[in-house]
């Protein structure tokens, strides 16, 4: 059975622990004085470009998925991109894992 864990960055930023691999979704820069500094992960989810949502620079080493499709992370890890949009207009991925 597959251990799963949960931690809250702030925002809209979760980390998702999978057994041995570790999901980095929606990291933020420094919006509204908050910063959530680096995070170790394998995986970075980034919904939109947006400041808030996309800020790749918080786990550098991780490979970084943004984009509508199915991806295999791994045996046992599968992310689905699905394309949408918000209120505002704009475009962004909701995600599968």
């Known amino acids: 059975m597959t251990q799963t864990k949960l931690t809250w960055y702030g925002r809209c930023c ?3 622990g999978l057994s041995d691999k570790k999901i980095l979704i929606d990291t933020y820069d420094t919006f509204h004085d908050v910063d959530m500094g680096r995070v170790e992960a394998d995986y970075t989810l980034s919904s939109s470009i947006a400041h808030d949502h996309g ?3 918080a786990s550098p080493k991780s490979y970084t ?4 499709g199915t991806q295999n992370l791994d045996s046992e890890i599968v992310i689905t991109g699905i394309k949408s949009h918000e209120s505002r207009g704009s475009s962004n991925i909701i995600f599968r894992v």
């Open 14 to 16: 979760f980390l998702i």
């Open 55 to 57: 800020h790749i620079g």
């Open 65 to 68: 998925y943004g984009d509508e």
